[in-house]
């Protein structure tokens, strides 16, 4: 561990039930036209409506960019950039899940920095001017990006998922408003709960991880063991919602000041080149790195079994590392988390970009974080691994 550590997180942090209406004041504060980029669904929903009343009432002029319907592309950052520069508008809302928040960073940062997104990549571009300010709006409890100083963007022209970091990309405000959260589907509050709990397990088991991490990081993984199932069964229990909006939150902090490891290593190249949602990938990933991983990080796996099962902390570290494992399986099945088979990705397939996908993954930096860091033949195992990986294994543990 390092001798001292840091951290960083949005200048201001609204939270709870109706924070949404916050962001007319908070835009006023910041600018006078706001670019809002989100989704046709979100549009759909009446959201978009509902933040753009609240701007008006503060007499904020606004643009919207309603185009980010899949995983963040350069296209869309593209398309963004250029109406915010057409219309004049000096303040950037995201308003929707990770992709939206993703595109809107690329967005605040190019705006005031210049270049293409890819640039970024690798940090051979550095945002030196401060970037336009950005309130992230979330409307699902998973990414954690409101949070987080990393976009990621697929470069289309090279199929390959970008993965930025730099402190340029954290937004000015987040807006944390779990009223907002209800609305997702159930595949997508798996997905998402997912996410959450891949970003706050690997944050704690991080090699970069530090004590005012950790705490988060267990918050939010007994908030999202405690009331995940609950959420995604009765999507209309706003307590439920709000405590994985809370817990989505905290892990976002908490992974952006330590850092993911392999899962989200491997993620990547799954969305780049079979549009797996990074949130699904994620959890098709998450139990079967945990068991690769388990030797190198027995205490960091027993602490987490026991935050989530306090009644088995007399049990000998070994065995509450292999029940925390079982006890992500056993998530992941009740969620219906799906292999990558029965996601629809066909072996030959596969097969033919499972080289290109380790060496991305290798790339990304981030497996260099993991406990057990991999090589690349380790991480070609793994793919095949989860490609028919059963999550109903050991169910009546």
């Not at 405590?243 to 976002?252: K, S």
């Not at 949602?277 to 190198?296: I, Q, R, T």
């Not at 380790?358 to 260099?368: E, L």
Request: aromatic share 6%.
């Amino acid at each position: 561990m390092n001798a001292f550590s840091s951290v960083y997180m949005p200048r201001a942090i609204f939270y709870g039930r109706d924070s949404l209406k916050t962001v007319g004041k908070e835009t006023k504060l910041r600018g006078t036209k706001a670019l809002i980029i989100s989704d046709q669904m979100m549009a759909n929903l009446g959201y978009v409506n509902e933040c753009i009343r609240y701007l008006q009432e503060e007499g904020i002029s606004h643009s919207t960019y309603l185009e980010v319907n899949t995983e963040p592309t350069n296209t869309y950052v593209e398309e963004a950039l250029e109406l915010s520069k057409q219309d004049n508008c000096d303040v950037i809302i995201a308003l929707g899940g990770g992709s939206c928040i993703d595109t809107a960073k690329a967005v605040a940062v190019l705006a005031t920095n210049g270049g293409d997104i890819s640039d970024y990549m690798g940090n051979k571009k550095t945002a030196t001017e401060k970037p336009l300010p950005l309130i992230a709006i979330p409307t699902t409890a998973g990414t954690g990006s409101e949070a987080t100083d990393v976009t990621v963007i697929t470069n289309t022209k090279t199929d390959v998922k970008m993965m930025i970091k730099q402190m340029a990309f954290l937004p000015e405000v987040a807006i944390v408003d779990p009223l907002l959260t209800v609305s997702s589907p159930k595949h997508v509050t798996a997905a998402t709960g997912v996410d959450a709990l891949s970003h706050a397990v690997e944050a704690f088991i991080s090699r970069r991880a530090h004590p005012f991490t950790d705490h988060l990081a267990l918050s939010a993984i007994k908030l999202i063991f405690e009331n995940i199932r609950q959420a995604y069964t009765i999507g209309e229990d706003i307590v439920a919602r709000e405590h994985m909006a809370l817990a989505a939150l905290q892990a976002g902090v908490a992974f952006s000041n330590a850092s993911v490891c392999l899962v989200h290593g491997m993620s990547r190249p799954m969305g780049a080149l079979f549009h797996v949602p990074h949130g699904v990938s994620n959890a098709m990933l998450l139990p079967a790195v945990l068991e690769f991983s388990k030797d190198e990080c027995i205490d960091r796996l027993a602490e987490m079994a026991v935050v989530i099962n306090p009644d088995l902390k007399d049990l000998n570290k070994e065995d509450l590392a292999d029940r925390f494992v079982k006890d992500v399986k056993r998530l992941c099945h009740d969620l219906n988390i799906p292999n990558m088979k029965e996601w629809g990705i066909e072996q030959p397939a596969l097969e033919k970009v499972i080289h290109k996908m380790a060496q991305d993954a290798v790339a990304s930096g981030s497996p260099a974080n993991n406990p057990k860091v991999p090589e690349e033949h380790e991480i070609i195992e793994l793919y095949y691994a989860c490609y028919d990986y059963n999550m109903k294994e050991e169910q009546n543990i």
